[in-house]
């Protein structure tokens, strides 16, 4: 059930989640959240952090490729139109 | 717009990008290294989507009064005079004035000072100003060097004046000795100045023996020299110096020429030199700083070498 609710959350770009985390971050801090959708929102909010999690993780992994070789041509990924 | 909770309850660095299409409008003659597709290559890297994360913000534009914490008011005046109406005005035989230069360095110098803003008020850990043109050659009196105003001691200045700081380290690992900078604070120990730079080379100082106050650290490499003698020299000379200092602010004058690629120097790094020399300089900031850590770019002319040094830079500094 609440994978289906947060079916949405993989879609979502870095700065979408980033946006949704924010705000349930904050409504669960001010502790103004009903006890009975307290759980169904902490749920949201974990999908929103491991949804991030990945697409930093990805990131990270392809900053690590963007490399040169030493004869200058790109060893990882190429986001240069040799120059 | 930065997310302060959210990105602390995913714990990550929050790293902002600072830079403004006016950058490309400073122009140099055909054939002058310091050109508008520098900053063109970077974007283009920094375009990639593993750098998504990014606070990527349109850079302010300076406010002409904090330039005086640094360079005199007839100096001031004078590059101002000199910028012409149109074509090309030079300084000297490197260093040029074309109708945009005043707006672009004013620029550079707003996104400097915004992002020392941003680090003392929480939002952003970090900052990468991807701005020209460069700054650190410039000295209290004297623009050279293809830099007009020194936008790194502005910035020191600014984080002094405006935040508070006592003590301002400026680490400068462009493969050309920050004469400009060495000037600015010779005889003020408030701001320590670390620099690695290939000596013989322009401009001819930065050698060991000049020290300043006790703030100035040296650390020259010989030609054709690479990754060990760069990391030997951060590692003994500028990290136990930054670690004695215990800087309120870390500001890195982020020149990309020492890269093996480039054309106006011998210095032999690669990618991975810049991303651990990043690495070594967040753990101080970590350590005595908060985190704070501003990043302005410096030199770096070889465009390839130049786009893949400053994702691992910027790399380095989103991961921390």
Redesign the interface.
């Known amino acids: 059930m609440a994978d289906e609710a947060n079916a949405d959350v993989k879609a979502m ?3 979408q989640a ?2 949704a ?2 705000k349930i ?2 409504d669960l ?1 001010r502790g103004d959240v009903p006890l009975d959708q307290s759980i169904r929102i902490y749920e949201r909010g974990e999908a929103l ?1 491991a949804h ?2 990945r ?2 993780k990805a ?2 992994d ?3 490729k ?3 070789s ?1 004869d ?1 041509k ?1 060893a990882g ?1 190429e ?3 040799g ?1 | 717009m930065v ?1 302060p ?3 602390a ?2 714990g ?1 660095m929050a790293t902002r990008l600072y830079t403004h299409p006016i950058y490309l409008e400073h122009l140099t003659p055909p054939g002058h290294p310091e050109r508008p597709d520098r900053l063109r ?1 970077i974007q ?2 920094l ?7 990014l606070d990527r913000v349109e850079a302010p534009e300076g406010d002409p009064q904090t330039i005086l914490a640094v360079h005199p008011r007839d100096f001031v005046e004078r590059i101002k005079a000199t910028v012409p109406q149109d074509g090309l005005a030079g300084i000297d035989g490197d260093t040029v004035l074309s109708p945009k230069s005043w707006q672009a360095a004013l620029t550079a110098i707003g996104a400097a000072n915004a992002a020392v803003d941003d680090v003392f008020g929480g939002r952003a850990d970090n900052v990468f100003v991807a701005a020209r043109p460069p700054g650190h050659h410039a000295e209290k009196t004297t623009a050279m060097g293809f830099c007009l105003f020194n936008y790194a001691a502005i910035a020191a200045r600014h984080a002094q004046g405006r935040h508070g700081a006592e003590r301002v380290a400026i680490v400068d690992w462009d493969v050309h000795h920050g004469n400009g900078t060495q000037d600015i604070f010779w005889d003020d120990p408030s701001v320590l100045y670390c620099s690695t730079h290939q000596m013989p080379l322009y401009p001819g100082t930065g050698a060991k023996n000049e020290t300043g106050a006790g703030n100035i650290v040296n650390a020259p490499l010989a030609p054709r020299t690479g990754s060990e003698t760069f990391r030997d020299a951060f590692s003994s000379r500028v990290l136990p110096a930054l670690d004695a200092f215990r800087p309120d602010l870390i500001i890195v004058s982020a020149g990309f020429d020492a890269h ?2 480039d054309p106006l120097a011998e210095i032999n790094l ?3 030199d810049f991303d651990w020399a990043t690495g070594q300089l967040m753990e101080q900031a970590g350590r005595h700083s908060a985190g704070r850590l501003v990043s302005l770019l410096e030199g770096g002319y070889d ?3 130049l ?2 040094s400053v ?2 830079h910027v ?1 380095r500094l ?2 921390g």
Do not use: N, W
């Open positions: 770009s870095f700065e980033l946006d985390l924010e971050v904050d801090e952090k991030c999690d697409l930093l990131a990270e392809k900053v690590e963007i490399r040169l030493r200058g790109p990924t986001p240069l139109d120059e | 997310k909770v959210a990105r309850y995913i990550r290559a283009r890297v375009d990639d989507e593993a750098f998504a994360p093996h690629r690669v990618e991975d465009l390839q070498g786009a893949f994702a691992a790399g989103m991961k």
